[in-house]
């Protein structure tokens, strides 16, 4: 098996819903975002799958994260843009990414998610996995 991971970042706003502290207040972090991948085997230039293709479906998913209000982005609209939830919707969007028959032909076999750290600061991260 074999894993690649690879590392981008964001910057956006948010309040948790229902918190008592500091954070029920309009706040931002600088978010940085770790997406592992697996794979059983690779292609027969030594590749599981093309480390670019893995940094366009990343980009494109915290694009529409990037400089913006959080809480107003579905699905945060209704539940907390935690960075709980934030691992979680970005591994399922990455996860539903994959599977474009466009990209899925690019891989070599079948490339999973492993996990999705969301990092909210330089010593606090949340990592959602299946």
């Known amino acids: 098996m074999y894993k690649l991971t690879i590392i981008s970042d964001f910057a956006a706003a948010h309040n ?8 029920e207040n309009l706040h931002g972090h600088n978010w940085k975002v770790e997406v592992t991948v697996e794979s059983k085997g690779l292609n027969n230039i030594g590749l599981a799958v093309d480390y670019k293709i893995l940094k366009k479906i ?54 999973n998610v492993a996990s999705v750290k969301v990092w909210e600061s330089d010593n606090a991260a949340a990592t959602y996995y299946e």
């Open 16 to 23: 948790l819903r229902g918190y008592e502290g500091e954070c």
């Open 58 to 111: 990343l980009k494109e998913i915290l694009d529409n994260l990037d400089h913006k209000y959080l809480n107003d982005i579905m699905p945060f609209n209704k539940e907390n843009p935690s960075s709980e939830n934030i691992a979680r919707y970005i591994y399922r969007e990455f996860e539903k990414m994959l599977l474009n028959p466009t990209v899925s032909t690019l891989q070599n076999g079948v490339v």
